[in-house]
């Protein structure tokens, strides 16, 4: 080989090392290392998760699009990274922090060129720059999101917000169509609630609505827009604040009356919720049920009371009245008395030595009311039973009234344990 073809291969060689040796060189790095901690001094504990799409550094090494997680325990966090502040245009990172199973927030980074470690706040930057943008993470580069997902139901295409959600037989979600008074069936059908296939009516429920009347200090009494029936499903909240029927107010069909103590003042806030039932049901109804007071008082004494409102009962519609009394003591005999408005179903005398009544009332209603009426007990009382018409006026609306006292001054007590008040509408 000549001399100037040595040469010539030398050189060759020298540059071809030079070329190698930049291709195998790592580029620049700078160390990024802070301490992170939560609000309320304790360290941030959980990941933190750094994009950026691909860029030239400043040695001219192509950094290829990629993602990269840190975990972080007891707030410590140290990474290298390439610095973007002297590499292509639009070079940054995008970082998610990443605590309690979700993002907390996220930041961008610039990362300058340093031979000694920096801290977050000296790559914190405000706003990225505006050539370039972090590549999304796609579904797929989750493993096993894509098959998480499909098990999920989604949107139908009669999906409609705000309303109640049915499920279609492919699994998506939809808006159950119907009218707002209506009910969802489980078949997600929609229809006239309480009545079946007759498409009857029982019940309507009556949430948080505002009663009528002056808010000034003075004026006690409210209208309702419907009757609560029974009147015991009329929750009343002043201010939040729940009333209590005859103590806080009374209440007389649709109006209530508020007590002196309990007037509401301007400003008040009141809310009232109920249930009322809707005329024209065939379904039987309770008016009103429940336990009812005691007493050792000498005079006839009220111990439940079940307002029937006006405009409620029908001509042809049937009342039937079931109670229990109880007689605590055995020194004194007691009364039980059933009121129907002004007419006195029944009065029954029990000795000292029965403890407990029971009796049945029966009433047909017409303008006023074919009635039958009995009553027993243990001890000694006899069954009873009377017929006849009351007078009352029942579709003007009456109070029904059970009551009781004792024959002579005792520490001895009549309760009246239950009582059951249950409408048949007419067909």
Known sequence: MTR??????????????????????????????????????????????????????????????????????????????????????????????????????TESWAVPPSLVQVRIRDVRIATPPTAGQVSQVEIADVNGLTEELEIRPVKGLNYIGPRAAVITA?????????????????????????????????????????????????????????TPNPSSS???????????????????????????????????????????????????????????????????TSLAACNIAAGLL??????????????EGSVTGFFYELRWGSTNLLTRTASSGVGFATGRASLGITSGANRSVQSWGNGGLSHAADAGLSGDNALAGLVLDLRGFMASATSDTVTLRNYTVIRYPAQ
Request: hydrophobic share 45%.
């Open 170 to 226: 492919d699994g998506s979600i939809e808006a159950a169509i119907g009218d707002d008074a209506e009910c969802v069936r489980v078949d997600g059908s929609a229809g006239p609630c309480g009545g079946g296939t007759t498409g009857v009516s029982a019940t309507t429920f009556i949430d948080a609505e505002t009663p009528n009347g002056d808010l000034n200090g003075v004026n006690t009494a409210f209208t309702l827009a419907g």
């Open 234 to 300: 009329l929750l009343l909240y002043r201010n939040g604040i729940l009333m209590k029927l005859n103590l806080d107010f009374t209440l007389s069909a649709g109006t209530i009356d508020f007590a002196s103590g309990a007037i509401p003042q301007a400003g008040d806030i009141l809310a009232a919720s109920y249930r009322k039932m809707d005329v024209g049901s065939t379904l039987a109804q309770v008016l009103c049920i429940g336990p009812g007071l005691a007493t050792s008082q000498t005079a006839s």
């Open 314 to 327: 029908k001509v042809g519609d049937r009342v039937e009245v079931i109670f229990d009394y109880s007689h």
């Open 4 to 105: 100037w073809k040595r040469k010539a291969a030398l050189a060759c060689l020298i540059m071809w090392a030079v070329v190698l040796g930049r291709a195998m060189a790592a580029p620049p790095l700078t160390t990024v290392q802070d301490m992170l901690y939560k609000a309320d001094g304790r360290p941030f504990t959980g990941m933190v998760i750094i994009n950026w799409n691909s860029f030239d550094a400043a040695d001219t090494s192509n950094i290829a699009t990629n993602v990269l997680q840190l975990r972080i325990i007891n707030g410590l966090l140290r990474t290298k990274l390439v610095p973007t502040t002297n590499a292509s245009a639009g070079a940054y990172y995008a970082v998610r922090y990443v605590s309690d199973g979700k993002v907390q927030f």
